[in-house]
């Protein structure tokens, strides 16, 4: 079946770097998203990776490498504001309409 | 630009009941996607709505419907309520996906309805 796998719960310095990882089992996807999730709030998209590589929106950067079945959002210089949950999405080429979510990783933020 | 609205904000039903969910999409937008999201996990795919059709279904049954209108809006049915409806649901709005629309791969989610069955 389609998966997508992420850490439930990852912890962190404020002003440090953090990974979160998303691997996959997927047949085929046009590419991996990210999404972020404060406590009671909705997602809010934050990036897209069509092909393999880094992609870099300020604090945030995304990788995927197709060839690993592996993708992460890196977040660097933490603040507090940025605990939230992480879900990685993809869109299937068995179903192009739908996009689906990983079950996300919840990043807390330490003084 | 308003976003996605939804409607209601909350609503507790009993078992068996019926309800009705609303969603307005953001502005320019096309596309209705709606999820389910229960307590600590990721948005699972119901359905999409495009041209007032629906497009894809998640593994949802049947008691789970949809309708879309012409001004883009969209509503979620879900009928004989389970206690296991309990949940966050979410619409999204994006361009359709067709065509290679960069817009097509952004969802602009809105502020959910969360659902209570007791």
């Known amino acids: 079946g389609q998966s997508l796998e992420q850490p439930s719960e990852v912890t962190a310095v404020e002003g440090a770097i953090v990974q979160i990882n998303c691997t996959y089992q997927t047949s085929g996807f046009y590419g991996l998203s990210w999404y972020q999730q404060h406590d009671g709030g909705a997602p809010t998209f934050l990036s897209y990776?069509?092909?393999?590589g880094l992609e870099e929106t300020g604090r945030f950067s995304s990788f995927l490498s197709r060839s690993d079945s592996y993708g992460y959002l890196l977040l660097q210089e933490l603040q507090m504001k940025d605990s939230a949950s992480y879900f990685c999405a993809v869109r299937l080429y068995s179903s192009a309409s739908k996009i689906i979510f990983g079950s996300g990783t919840r990043l807390s933020i330490r003084p | 630009d308003a976003g996605v609205t939804q409607s209601p904000t909350h609503l507790i039903k009993t078992r068996g009941q019926q309800v009705t969910l609303r969603c307005s999409p953001k502005?320019?937008?096309?596309?209705v996607s709606w999820y389910q999201q229960a307590l600590g996990q990721g948005p699972q795919f119901i359905f999409q709505?495009?041209?007032?059709?629906?497009?894809q279904r998640g593994n949802f049954p049947d008691r789970f419907s949809g309708h879309q209108f012409p001004n883009y809006s969209s509503e979620l049915n879900v009928n004989a309520l389970l206690l296991g409806d309990s949940a966050l649901y979410l619409c999204?709005?994006?361009?359709?996906?067709?065509?290679?629309?960069?817009?097509?791969?952004?969802?602009?989610f809105g502020a959910g309805s969360r659902l209570t069955v007791l």
């Open positions: 999204a709005s994006s361009l359709f996906w067709a065509g290679g629309r960069t817009g097509a791969n952004v969802l602009t």
């Open positions: 990776n069509a092909l393999d």
């Open positions: 502005s320019g937008h096309d596309t």
């Open positions: 709505y495009y041209e007032e059709e629906e497009r």
